[in-house]
């Protein structure tokens, strides 16, 4: 389906920058930068399906567009819970414009039909949605 035409003037292209940081030189933390607006609501996951390995982190977008997930380990066991080396997929999901807060909301417009830009998609009921997914290996 084809996303909702942007309010005139209000199109944001929608962007984001990353590099995989390592904590101790054993885990691993997301940081990065975009163009959506302060306090957007991300959801950035990094999996390994052939490490059956999958783990999420809800954050905001602070000042300047930049966001950090949290650090990454492979269980709690510190003996043992470094990530191991591999290919990973990070996926960042931007949750549906109703759960971000009023100053976001604005900007994203009614059903977030002023994000525009490659990682965008449509769906009738929750209107754009975004998703932005990387491969990274480690």
């Known amino acids: 389906m084809v996303p909702l035409a942007p309010e ?3 199109a ?3 962007d984001f920058t990353f ?3 390592r904590p101790e030189q054993k885990y691993v933390q997301i940081q990065g930068t975009t163009t959506l607006p302060q306090h ?3 959801m950035i996951t990094i999996s390994n399906s052939k490490l059956n390995y999958r783990a999420s982190s809800s954050v905001n977008v602070e000042s ?3 966001f950090k997930s949290e650090v990454y380990k492979k269980g709690s066991n510190p003996e043992k819970n470094e990530l191991p080396s591999g290919h990973y997929e990070l996926e960042i999901i931007v ?5 971000q807060p009023d100053s976001v ?3 994203l417009g009614k059903g977030g039909r002023n994000l ?3 990682y965008i998609s449509s769906d009738t009921i929750m209107g754009n949605l975004l998703t932005y997914k990387k491969l990274f290996e480690i």
């Open 8 to 10: 005139d003037g209000k």
């Open 12 to 14: 944001l292209e929608v």
């Open 19 to 21: 590099e995989v940081i």
């Open 40 to 42: 957007t609501h991300l």
């Open 64 to 66: 300047a567009g930049r």
């Open 95 to 99: 949750p549906i414009v109703n759960v």
């Open 105 to 107: 909301k604005i900007v």
């Open 116 to 118: 525009t830009g490659k």
